[in-house]
């Protein structure tokens, strides 16, 4: 596998080779305002694109995006079934692959196979890139049309993980480790040692507020379990697509065996519990509120590597007053290459959007994929998020802008940074794509600039530390990383007795996991956790066991050919 692994890939594909001002800074006055209704599963803000990227929007294109997000509106199922029902969805739709493939047989999505070719960044995205054409080549009946595409295409190839962190693994403050003594961990009994001793050493946060080791949040949780639990079951090998389980070799088993990695992680909490290390808000909260926690150092236990862009900065990193990874001897963390596929996610036009308007629509998603678009969807604005150098390298500045929601210039149209962010919460090419005008990807953590900056105090006691020159590199050398390919198929929807037990089972699982995670004692714990298996084999569990098994069979079978097997 570890010939697979590529660091610091720069593959310039030709199709992002376009100019970066495409699009005028001003419209003529002619232009009528178009308010669009944009169905984004993916969005966590409901209403109109307000703030800088509003003002962007306005600017360029006369439009307002306004927002309607499943994920906020309460109920985001019903939300879809009523606007479905209703022959409209949205004008701009985004969802799951196979929500999207649903919506396309119900008469929901627009064909643009035509219409693409008009706009340049679109137009390489479906010639030069195999991710458009395989995605919409495997709708049954499709035959060359396009109907959506795949978000967050990465330029690189199927093979290369670019980051220099784990998407997942144990992040933790390297001022309060190095406080204990940076003790080894050869397991996870170790980590809520490390934990305890530092909870008893740092009971509060820099200001004085109480800190958790540990803190969850229950509002992205789904059929499948709680959300923190899914990405932890990474750290030991597996991740749980349904009911089951792929590892990294391709392995597919029940999520809910004994010994698979949803119990392991499960038991993992509740220890941590019963030693009074988990936030006791942990189940009623939502991510807002663990958020607000993270931006203020309350946590010291972080796993996601976007987590620690709310508190990390150089400064801090200096101080060595920042979160870095301390690697667990015992875990084989399974790891996803750049999504050069997409992520599983599609967006495409509303069927009753008029042609006009699908043009202005389309106008606006190929500037989202031009180098312009992605520079400002991924670095930010120029003069506040980043300089350009003599040599057109970007070096960033205000580091702090979006975990301090710092205030942006008139200019650029005011209010918070992060809350006038892109509330469309999905990108046209992944971050780690190769920007063609710098050489570089979008995103700034591997920016020249941003790695030379990058060696702290804390990085260079860490690597000294580890013997290794950053977290992936002694991931490799220890044979913790396993990076697997990353690959997006259309797969088949639930029939209705399936879906019926996923959605019974789903209810089940994740009442039962909260409950495993505050438990009393081991017995308690054992209990229920085989009571909830009893429960979920009576409503049908096996079927859909059986029917996911065959599901991502495709999906391992993918992988296998993209490493040429």
Sequence with gaps: MEKFILISVVIIMTFMGCDRKQQSDSLPQTISTYTFEFYDQAANYMGPQTGWFGKIMKDKFNLVQNMIAPQTAGDGKQLYQTRASSGNLGDVILLDNADFIDCIRSGLIKDITQLVRDYPNLARLVDDHPAVKTWNNAIEGANGTIYGFPLQIANTSPTTYSDELAYTSPLIPWDYYSGIGRPAMNNLDDLLDVLDLMIKKYPTNPAGDKAFPISLWNSWDSNAGIENVLQLTKWYGQEVNGSVSIDYNGLINDAMDDAGAYRKILNFFYKANQRGLVDPDSFAQTWD??????????????????????????????????????????????????????????????????????????????????????????????????????????????????????????????????????????????????????????????????????????????????????????????????????????????????????????TIIRDYSWRLIFAGNDVEFNNMWTDMKRQLAGLGWNDMVAFDTKKYQKIVDLRNAALGN
Aim: charged share 15%; proline share 4%; aromatic share 12%.
């Design 289 to 506: 509120t663990v958020n607000a926690k993270h931006t203020a150092k309350r946590v010291y236990l972080l796993w996601n590597i976007w987590m620690w862009g709310f508190w990390n900065t150089t400064d801090r990193a200096n101080q060595g007053n920042a979160y870095i990874t301390l690697p667990v001897a015992d875990m084989t963390i399974y790891q996803p290459s750049d999504m050069y596929y997409g992520n599983g996610r599609v967006w495409g036009i509303g069927s009753k959007v008029s042609d006009a308007n699908t043009k202005r629509l389309l106008e606006y998603m190929d500037w989202l994929a031009s180098p312009e678009g992605l520079t400002i969807v991924h670095s930010g604005l120029e003069g506040f998020n980043y300089t350009v150098g003599s040599d057109g390298k970007y070096t960033r500045i205000n580091e702090n802008a979006l975990m301090d929601n710092m205030e942006v210039p008139a200019s650029f149209g005011g209010g918070g940074y992060s809350d006038g962010l892109n509330a469309m919460n999905e990108w046209m090419l992944q971050n780690v794509s190769i920007n063609p005008e710098t050489g570089e990807s979008y995103v700034w953590d591997y920016w020249s600039s941003t790695i030379e900056k990058n060696k702290t105090m804390m990085t260079n006691e860490w690597a000294a530390h580890y013997g290794a020159p950053n977290v992936i590199a002694y991931m490799q050398n220890q044979g913790i990383l396993k990076v697997v390919p990353s690959v997006n198929a259309v797969l088949p929807s639930d029939p209705t007795d399936i879906a019926l037990i996923r959605g019974q089972c789903g």
